[in-house]
C-alpha cells in the first residue's frame, strides 16, 4: 500500500485548502482512513477518519464544522482520500499525513502512513 498525500500549501487565515491522499494497493476489506496533523514538538492528533465498510465519519472537535472529509472508489486499487479544509486559521498549521489501518490475522495490524503535505496558515 502507498499512500502520497498534495494540496498542501501557504493560505491567509480564513482561507480554504483541499488536501488529497491517492491510495495505490491491494485493497482491504475492513479498514480505517484517516487524516492526521503533527506540529514540530507535538504528538501527532487525528484530524478525521472514515471507516469502511460503514463509512462512519469522526472529526475531532476542533475541525469539527470546517473540515470535511470524503472519498471515491473507497475499495479499489486505487482511491482517493480528500480533506476539504475551510475557515482555516493558524492553530491549523501543521505536517498532515495521511493514514490507514486495517486488521490483520492473529490480532495484528496492517498500518501505512504518507510522506506528509505541509499546510501553513498565515497572513
Known amino acids: 500500500v502507498q499512500l502520497v498525500e498534495s494540496g498542501g500549501g501557504l493560505v491567509q487565515p480564513g482561507g480554504s485548502l483541499r488536501l488529497a491522499c491517492a491510495r495505490s494497493g491491494v485493497p482491504f476489506n475492513q479498514y480505517t482512513r484517516s487524516w492526521d496533523r503533527q506540529v514540530p514538538g507535538k504528538e501527532r492528533e487525528l484530524v478525521a477518519a472514515?471507516?469502511?465498510?460503514?463509512?462512519?465519519?469522526?472529526?475531532?472537535d476542533s475541525v469539527k464544522g470546517r473540515f470535511t472529509l470524503s472519498r471515491d472508489n473507497g475499495n479499489t486499487v486505487r482511491s482517493t482520500l480528500f480533506l476539504q479544509m475551510n475557515d482555516l486559521n493558524p492553530e491549523d498549521t501543521a505536517m498532515y499525513f495521511c493514514h490507514e489501518e486495517a486488521p490483520g490475522g492473529g490480532g495484528r495490524k496492517y498500518t501505512y502512513w504518507g510522506q506528509g503535505t505541509q499546510v501553513t496558515v498565515s497572513s
Open positions: 472514515v471507516t469502511y465498510p460503514g463509512g462512519n465519519v469522526e472529526y475531532s
